[in-house]
């Protein structure tokens, strides 16, 4: 017996392939010449900063934006022509709040639930709130919700129809670690169940959590792969320096040949670069002092980003 | 103790309130300036109602729409006729041959006057028999019936100057019987209530659909929705039908107090009556509809539904008489429904005419809301490009 998946979508593994994408908005090139696979059942983490294009792509592949150039699909479908079946396999959490604040928690959900033609609004909204852990608040005003549950509503209202692809942007910003670890957990329970989900965020430790990540900026895919991946192909070379006055120091090693980068990270300040003999022969100097302890270490993923923005934004001038 | 030097230290440079002021007051220019439509509106409301008020509207009006039921051809007929003409009120637009015609010209509006000659008048007039001539008004709208009427008393002696068949005769050879009809009191009730039918009716549908759609843009729901599987015709639709029964509502209880508190008869049938409003209503609410496609926010959709509820005020016959209008303005009229609407309300409540006799405001009515939905629909965004 044939699964219903197979019958209405290609049989393939990748969820979303597009290549070349480009969008602007009148003079401003917004993404350009983007492309990326992501696969079924994968956690796909979309990093990059503000205006970086995360949401113009994201609306690209829901149908919401019509692509200046450039091919793809979606779940199978293609996004130019064929934005009505993606819509009804693809839920969509905007980065704003876009339930109505002023319908209950119920009415909401059962509002979805009939937009998409499910059989039994009521008990598809009623098995969600139980799902959410919403039971006591279903009649309360989504508008008077806090934060972290309104992003449980949010992701509730999108995984409701049975999606076969969330597409999530930015769905923690604000939200209190807490509810934040618990929004993650129920994305991977989500994702093991067979769901592909693209996630855009900016914190570190979520990219983390991702199966595979891609950087955006300026509307250029930078980067993409696993986390380990990503770090690996920076061929950034990180040292962690220890010690006293550390203030003084990043002022002094910054611009120094071979240095890219110098942050301060707690206590301690990572000095990174690209060239390893320049680099060496700038920090030689200091790993002489006493009060300093220096350690080859791993970049961080957030050292890499930032390397590959201050990159861009070079060739970009 | 620590505090209070410091704020003394700290003196209040001169004219604090002055640059304060100036401060906020710089921002309010640059956000007007910004601010398009607000922008329009401080010229457009000036401006529009300092050119209706001073070309378009006439509350004496002239060159009314009169029938005439010639039914003898005699000189003294046609001297007649040229006196109610050189009175600047009368303009003889329809000639008929029956009183059916006569009767149905009135009643749906398309004439404000009618003249009946009777068979026989001349030769009645030598004999003296005294015979009268009917002036038969459209007086649901005293105003625009009231001066033309006014002017009936002076017509015989007028008629009788170049042609004195009769010789200088007092009383005069015949007489002009004005009939007031369906109005024969002139009471102002009688049309207002049916005229702010319709003029509440396009105040409340406009301003609820126009906020409908820029408040889910404003709000952030839109982009949602969007993603959703809905079309664009299904969220207008969503949208419009409840106020369709909200409006429906809001006619009932106008024509329901109008009727107990005023007296104002219903002689048409109430059938028709709902149907024509129904489809008022859709009109309006496909305009509200329209706006709110074109706003950027909820302001600017109130104050577009602002601007289109001007010129319905003035220019449909609501608060002027319509047939006083320049021909400019009565196309300008034409093409908002509120005119037809008023035509048909007034015509169905006080005149008793029906669907046959409202054919071409009906179908007008039909045709604008048709043009209002279609430009609704496609002016909807499936996407945010």
Known sequence: MQSVATLETP???????????????GSRKVVSDLSMQVKRGAIYGFLGPNGSGKTTTIRMLCGLLTPDSGEGTCLGYNIRTEADKIRRHVGYMTQRFSLYQDLSVRENLEFVARLYGLTSPRRAARDMITRLGLNGREEQLAGELSGGWKQRLALGACTLPSPKLLLLDEPTAGVDPKARREFWNE???????????????????????CHEIAYIAYGQLLTHGTVQEVIAHSALITYTVNGAQLNGLQAELAGKPGIDMVAPFGNSLHVSGRDEQALEASIAHYRARSDLTWERSEPSLEDVFIELMNRAQDNFR | MSITPRMAERREPPFGALRRTFAMLVKEFIQLKRDRVSFAMIVMIPVMQLLLFGYAINTTPRHLPTAVLLQEDSDLARSVLKALQNTAYFRFTHQVRTVEEFD??????????????????????????????????????????????????????TALMHDRVAGDVVPPPFEVRAHA????????????????????????????????????????????????????????????????????????????????????????????????????????????YTFSTLAQNQLQAMQMSMMFFLPNILLSGFMFPFAGMPGWAQWIGEA???????????????KGATLENLRYDSLMLLGLTLFAMTIAVTRFRRTLD
Do not use: C, W
């Not at chain 2, 008004?137 to 625009?144: R, S």
């Not at chain 2, 106020?243 to 508190?261: C, D, E, R």
């Not at chain 2, 908002?336 to 006080?350: C, D, F, G, K, S």
């Open chain 2, 104 to 157: 149905n010209l009135l009643q749906s509006g398309t004439v404000l006057f009618g003249v009946e000659i009777p068979r026989g008048f001349e030769r009645a007039v030598r004999r003296g028999e005294h015979p009268a001539l009917l002036v038969a008004a459209d007086a649901t709208d005293p105003v625009a019936s009231g001066s033309a009427m006014a002017a009936l008393g002076r017509i015989t002696e």
């Open chain 2, 336 to 350: 908002l429904p509120l005119t037809h609407y008023l035509r048909i309300v007034r015509a169905i409540m006080l």
């Open chain 2, 181 to 288: 009809r369906y109005n024969p009191a002139g009471a102002s009730q009688l049309n207002i209530v049916p005229g702010l039918t319709g003029t509440i009716l396009t105040l409340t549908m406009l301003i609820f659909t126009a906020l409908s759609v820029t408040r889910e843009l404003e709000r952030g729901t839109m982009e949602a929705l969007l993603s959703m599987p809905i079309r664009p015709v299904e969220v207008m639709m969503g949208k419009i039908i409840p106020y369709v029964l909200i409006g429906f509502v809001q006619a009932a209880l106008i024509i329901g107090l109008g009727t107990s508190l005023f007296g104002v008869p219903i002689y048409g049938s109430l059938m028709a009556l709902a149907l024509l409003s129904t489809l008022f209503i859709t009109s309006m609410l496909a305009v509200g």
């Open chain 1, 11 to 25: 049989a393939t593994d990748i969820a979303i392939d597009v290549h070349g994408l480009s969008k602007s908005f």
């Open chain 1, 187 to 209: 994305i991977h329970a989500l994702a093991a169940d067979g769901l592909t989900v693209l996630v855009s965020t900016h914190y570190m430790d979520e990219a983390e959590r």
